[in-house]
């Protein structure tokens, strides 16, 4: 938009007049430029006193002419006239922002067509800058008048601070909501890690965090999400250059230009909707890492604590083993002694081949389940082989009531489903401001031209259907997060119920079971050491004993798993 467009064609006389003036303003700056000091601006007017000063009607038809050549009335310091109001101001820098911009897209590709710009959710997104600013070129021409600001705690939605191509790091995980034991990061992360002796669950859990490929594949899709606010901090640094250009020549241009913390499109017009997408892509983003990444937890879980079942459970069938052979010696000696049955001997044996294939077996498992891990862990797959793990604490049961509100304000599966139906919405109302007709700076067609109506009717036409996809699409939207909504707690809900149920399970097997396990198979065996009970009696006491210890050790995996789950729905740290 040309602010001066209204501007009267200048004369020859004022036109020369104009020249003249912008040469004496030029030599101004050269002056100013050269010296060393800088000169004056009144030891320059001394030096130009020889001249007679231009009549105020001489002065206004310069200024037309000068006008009239630069498209920009900047107001010159040497003068005495009055300075632009703030109307004038801000009309005129809207226009030379607008002719910026456009340029800018022009130069680097950003304009494209709507097929063109069809992205991997099947809308329009905002092309990225192919070329970005760098060097002194993005040094300003003057260091811009800006009022101090308080610093603020950056949101989930803002770009990381790291490399894009670096690896996952903690600061990562912050913004995830997610936490890291720094402590053991810098430890965990290095190349030759490996645990000595004992591996607990906290160290394999930032472990697995901090070098997992998995992890990292999914971190670096998150920071390449986050360029999408490369687009509108390219072009808010071309205005900020403009400005600070503008603001040296300028009387009372005192607006500060502060780069925003978010996607902010300098215009109005389509563009902001275009800021808002880029804003609510990265949300997006964010709200699908955390569900993907609170997955992969759930795997972990699953593998560490099956890796500590099989550990345990071969330490189980190892000690139940012996117990056998100490039964069938028992049984051996009795038949010898003419106090016992051969049959006792040959049942013994067979109970000592069972218990020897399960140890065997569990061994195996115990072995498997290491080496998954070490994958996991990005380790060499015999690294965990004589390494003690340790499953630390059993989980806690959360409130109820708390577990339901959490997942409506912080589960990342609502979160993701609200970020994609505001977008769904946002894409409605940004094909809207493409296809129908608008005065705002921005629109595609406006009725204008010596055949108004043909243009506008044809794109109307072509795009009526496209925007009718697109609020099915928003209505589809918005019914699923409705469904969601009530869906989604109830599901976190069975989780909360399975996990308290394990923990039920797991109470009532290490505690009075165990017990009364441990004495029933003490006196077995007492009693038929003299003769006064059966091996059958004895040997049921010895499986019961077996199945209860087994029983403990599978409860404690399936709570953690649980637990894991739970807190994966919840959005929990």
Known sequence: MNTFALTPDPSPTSWA????????????????STSPTGVPERDFELQESTQTPPSPTQWERGREGVRACTERDFELQESAQTPPSPTQWERGREGVRAIVVLVAL????????????????GVFAAQKLQQPIEGDALQPLVEPRSEPTDTAEPSPTEPVAVALDAPAAAEDFDGLGLSVDLSQAEVTRAEGWAPAEKLGHDEARTAYLLRSAAVDSIVKRHRASTTRFDQVDQLNIMVRQYDSFAEDFMTGASTPQVMPEKASWPLQGVGKLESALATIDVEISRARTARLLREQLVQFEETFHEAVYWSRAEDTYRKTAKLARQSLKVAESGYQSGRGKYFYVLFAQNRVDLLSTQQKSAAERAEAARGQLSALLELEPDALDAVELSAGEDPVLPDRDAVREAVTSQGPELQEMAATTERARLMVRYVERQVLPDLTFGTNTTRTGDIPKRPMDLQFSTMAPFLAELALVESAAQAGFDHAQRAVPAEADVLWAALSDELRRLELASGSESSRASQARNAAADAFRAGDLSFFDLDEALTQVLEVELSIHKYRMDAAVAAARLDAATGAK
Not at 112 to 117: E, H
């Open 17 to 32: 007049r104009g020249v003249r003036l912008r040469r004496r303003f030029a030599r101004l700056q050269w002056a100013r």
């Open 106 to 121: 022009l130069l680097t590709g950003c304009v494209g067509s709507l097929a063109d710009g069809l992205d991997g959710h």
